[in-house]
């Protein structure tokens, strides 16, 4: 990769890992603040954890095309600062509806599709795939170190100041957009979009539209009963770091050789259904652990070692499957359905532990998972799609 690559690859995991970091760090402490206040119930609790991805599932699409017509940065800082504003409001939220208000405004900002897109236009076809393993692995790293950070940061400010925080790192993000992330080139003379019906129906894009929304579903509707496990597991919540310390740094372990590792790496369909069906082995002990701490572990383990992978995997992925002129749409569509599944998979979740317990929830993102590995089995071996994908010398790529 180029000087200017690796600072783009960089500087745009970086605005990714600042927002997902303060999305993520809410998930094992919430729960457990929301039950000792009044009003709340685990449908509001699930309802509050996805009410975030309900307006970024609607919202990632116009951003998209908004970014084709007025550039991509100035779409990048509308988006954190309207984050940021929803982390304010939550921050001084009292009520369970305030708080829904809050979550909803953060997801207003959404800007994922927009990132994923000038990732897309600031590197080459041979080298976009590492930038999106690069933007991957980073989400990796803010989901491992919120799960780790949280019961400190629970203890020491409280929720409320961690969405104080998390409006902080979105600002800090503006800056990185102003200063470091390159400037994107112009768009092509002549190129042609593909029309927008024609991502929709491709059917590659479709399998992993289907993985991206199970895969977000499933780990919001876990994180609203997993916490509430590990305390009937006997373990205090002021000790829950040392357990997703334990669990998330042992799965991040796991998971390199299959993405890190080029002869294992490559066999792309290989690593990628074996991947679903470790995550729904993790689920599967989840669901029989009956608050067992030793086998709450073992769950956790397997269940981020297959997640990590796929969140690596799935981005570079849809960046090889879309048509080279319609990168910015396939991305906009990808990351919708990804914020659309993190609400239903916490509303759902929440309504599905409130009516009929725990046990439930994981039955059911079990199933979910079976679905998406059904799904998912057909699918070709990843390759650079288009004629784009030859071309490695555009200037704007080479030129550090």
């Given at each position: 990769m180029s000087a200017r690559e690796l600072r783009a690859s960089f500087s745009l995991a970086s605005i990714f890992g600042l927002r997902l970091f303060g999305m993520f760090i809410i998930l094992p402490v919430f729960a457990l603040y929301a039950e000792r206040l009044p009003g709340w119930n685990l449908t509001l609790v699930g309802i509050a954890l996805g009410a975030y991805g309900l307006t970024q599932a609607i919202l990632q699409i116009p951003f998209g095309w908004a970014s084709d017509r007025l550039g991509r940065k100035p779409v990048l800082f509308a988006g954190l600062v309207v984050f940021a504003a929803g982390s304010a409001?939550?921050?001084?939220?009292?009520?369970?509806?305030?708080?829904?208000?809050?979550?909803?405004?953060?997801?207003?900002?959404?800007?994922?599709?927009?990132?994923?897109?000038?990732?897309?236009?600031?590197?080459?076809?041979?080298?976009?795939?590492?930038?999106?393993?690069?933007?991957?692995?980073?989400?990796?790293?803010a989901f491992a170190g919120s799960f780790v950070a949280a019961p400190f940061l629970k203890n020491a400010i409280g929720v409320p100041g961690i969405f104080a925080l998390t409006g902080a790192l979105a600002l800090a993000a503006v800056a990185i957009v102003a200063w470091v992330v390159p400037d994107p080139p112009p768009r092509r003379h002549g190129e042609v979009a593909v029309p927008f019906r024609e991502v929709l129906r491709d059917p590659e894009l479709a399998r992993l539209n289907v993985g991206i929304f199970a895969l977000h579903a499933v780990l919001m509707a876990l994180f609203v009963v997993v916490p509430l496990s590990l305390v009937r597991s006997g373990l205090p919540s002021a000790e829950h770091w040392g357990m997703y310390l334990g669990a998330v740094g042992t799965g991040f372990v796991l998971m390199l050789p299959f993405v890190a590792v080029r002869r294992i790496a490559r066999h792309e369909r290989a690593v990628f259904l074996g991947a679903v069906a470790v995550l729904a082995a993790g689920i599967a002990v989840l669901a029989v652990s009956a608050d067992r701490l030793p086998?709450?572990?073992?769950?956790?383990?397997?269940?981020?070692?297959?997640?990590?992978?796929?969140?690596?995997?799935?981005?570079?992925?849809?960046s090889k499957a879309a048509p080279p002129s319609a990168k910015g749409a396939a991305s906009g569509v990808y990351s919708s359905v990804q914020f659309l599944g993190t609400f239903v998979?916490?509303?759902?979740?929440?309504?599905?532990?409130?009516?009929?317990?725990?046990?439930?929830?994981?039955?059911?993102?079990?199933?979910?998972?079976?679905?998406?590995?059904?799904?998912?089995?057909?699918?070709?071996?990843?390759?650079?799609?288009?004629?784009?994908?030859h071309n490695t010398n555009e200037p704007h790529a080479t030129n550090p």
């Open positions: 409001l939550c921050a001084v939220a009292e009520s369970p509806w305030a708080v829904i208000l809050g979550r909803t405004i953060q997801g207003a900002g959404a800007i994922s599709g927009v990132a994923i897109a000038m990732a897309g236009d600031l590197t080459r076809p041979s080298q976009r795939t590492k930038a999106m393993a690069i933007i991957g692995s980073t989400i990796g790293v086998l709450l572990a073992t769950g956790l383990v397997i269940f981020f070692a297959a997640f990590n992978v796929l969140e690596a995997k799935l981005p570079a992925l849809v998979g916490g509303a759902a979740g929440g309504a599905i532990a409130q009516h009929f317990g725990p046990v439930a929830v994981l039955a059911a993102c079990l199933a979910v998972t079976a679905a998406w590995l059904a799904a998912a089995w057909p699918m070709r071996e990843p390759s650079e799609r288009g004629a784009d994908a």
